[in-house]
């Protein structure tokens, strides 16, 4: 189903922004935990900048500059500071990320995006760490055009198609998806990870309906 805001198709960034938004909504609704550890670190850094320049503002209207210009050279100082290390988390600890979180088995999943100038292609990188085993990473790049249509609208069935048709933490926690994105013709291009997921989604499922229906026979020859 197409969302019903429209964004320009030809604004990098908004494709780029809109498709971020999305990945939480889609995950979040796997019952996926989300992790705010470094949207929160990076909001106490820009709000801590702020507050220093505020109250530097304050201070300076109410006092004047000659008896508060040692505290605002101090301001000045901390506001550098802060704003330098928000800088730092930006650049080179977030590094793009856009979602941490942890799936309902317990396995760690980060997922970081980025663009390249004026070329319409969204790169993900997907870093998964089970509980008992070592981070396993899968790139993607994809065209924003498989999910956008041509008036702007976001349609998040394709979306979420390619992430559980290409991971395999998220194909086990939405088998539908990803059996249904797969038909057999296609299977030789799926991940085999995503396949055992599908597989073993299959056996319960199978297994279910067997159970129902024995039921359904006792009960008429009752």
Known sequence: MASQERIAVHNLADLKNTSDDAIPNYL???KF??????????LALGYGAFAVAAACFLWDYKYGFEDTKFYTAAAVAVYT??????????????KGTVYQGTAPDGSKISIAT???KNVPVYNVKITVTPKNGKPETIEL????????DVQGHFIARPFQTIFATSVPLIAKADPKRAQIAAPASEFANVDT????????SGTTSTGAE???????SKRRKA
């Open 210 to 216: 067997a159970s129902s229906s024995s039921k359904k």
């Open 193 to 200: 990870d995503v396949l055992e997921a599908i597989a073993a």
């Open 141 to 148: 790049a994809r065209s924003f055009t498989e999910w956008f």
């Open 33 to 42: 935990r989300q992790d705010h550890h470094l949207i929160d670190t990076r």
């Open 114 to 116: 980025s663009t390249k």
């Open 81 to 94: 500071l802060l704003n330098g290390a928000l800088t730092y988390w930006i650049g080179f600890v977030e």
């Open 28 to 30: 979040n609704s796997l």
